[in-house]
């Protein structure tokens, strides 16, 4: 199926490995100019020189912190006019709330609820001028069912997701939708480091971890990030027009409710 959004211009974060990397390999191959952003330079500069290999689409690079405000700046002042935004940042440590004081809190507020929401401010108004965007936030299961040890993450997320469920209603007229992807469990580096934690949390071995969750997993298996790299993809078609304000769950089936 055609996307239709060849040639589109688009920002993808958190973009040199795993999920954002997927996400940014799938509009690459819809035919979309890609800018991806990390922090760190050499994995970037290497993901960006495989996307182009890959092709339709181009990807440029920049390396910067989009939880900082000197960090986005610099992107958009390189690049002001994205069609297509997907958010997305490193998840915040696990811990016990009772460890973590106001500055673990501020750092992961400005990670994954302000980071997305000034970019969708830098970016929202010229799309609707412009008559389409569409903007995609990776968020995490955590939005749906809190997970266990990441209290920072499920806080939040959750605080992202209640903003952009009312902004999402004021842009679609214009062409503009926004909608949330929530992970469960896909195998990245992230994931690896959160089985690592857990197993010296618990004091057993990583695999163990890792084999205990499998098997109460009901696809008994991981998400592979192409899987959510497509579904990204797809909610930035101009098919996926009349899907916004939407949250949604990609894990195989583990959240156990009806709806
Ligand atoms: P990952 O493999 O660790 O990749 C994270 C990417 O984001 C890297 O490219 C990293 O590069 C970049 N990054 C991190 N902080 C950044 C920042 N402040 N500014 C710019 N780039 C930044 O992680 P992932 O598994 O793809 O996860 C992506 C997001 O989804 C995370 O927030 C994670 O918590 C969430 N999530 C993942 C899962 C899962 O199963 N994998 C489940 C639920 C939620 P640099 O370090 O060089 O910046």
């Given at each position: ?52 290999a890959l092709g339709p ?41 009772r460890q973590w004081q ?20 830098a970016s929202v108004d ?134």
């Amino acid at each position: 199926m055609d996307l239709g959004i060849s040639g589109r211009k688009a920002l993808v974060c958190g973009a040199s490995s795993g999920l954002g990397l997927a996400c940014a390999t799938a509009l690459v191959g819809e035919g979309v100019q890609v800018v991806i952003v990390a922090r760190t330079e050499g994995p970037l500069r290497e993901a960006a020189e495989r996307l182009n290999a890959l092709g339709p689409g181009r990807a440029d690079w920049l390396a910067a912190d989009v939880a900082s405000a000197e960090g986005r700046a610099r992107i958009f002042a390189a690049h002001p006019d994205f069609d297509i935004v997907v958010t997305n940042a490193g998840g915040p440590p696990p811990g016990d709330f009772r460890q973590w004081q106001r500055e673990d809190w501020i750092r992961a507020l400005d990670a994954n609820m302000l980071a997305p929401i000034e970019l969708i401010k830098a970016s929202v108004d010229g799309m609707m001028a412009r008559g389409f965007g569409r903007i995609i936030n990776i968020t995490s299961s955590a939005v749906k069912a809190p997970v266990d040890g990441l209290g920072l993450s499920n806080g939040a997320r959750s605080g992202l997701t209640g903003f952009v469920a009312g902004l999402a209603r004021s842009t679609v007229a214009r062409g503009v939708t926004i909608n949330n992807l929530l992970p469960g469990t896909f195998d990245t580096a992230r994931l690896a480091g959160n089985f690592a934690a857990q197993a010296q949390r618990e004091g057993r071995g990583v695999d163990e971890v890792r084999s205990a969750r499998l098997a109460r997993h009901p696809a008994r298996r991981f998400g592979r990030p192409e899987e959510l790299g497509q579904a990204c993809a797809f909610l930035c078609s101009q098919q996926a027009g009349y899907i916004n304000g939407q949250s949604l769950l990609l894990d195989g089936g583990s959240f156990p409710g009806t709806f």
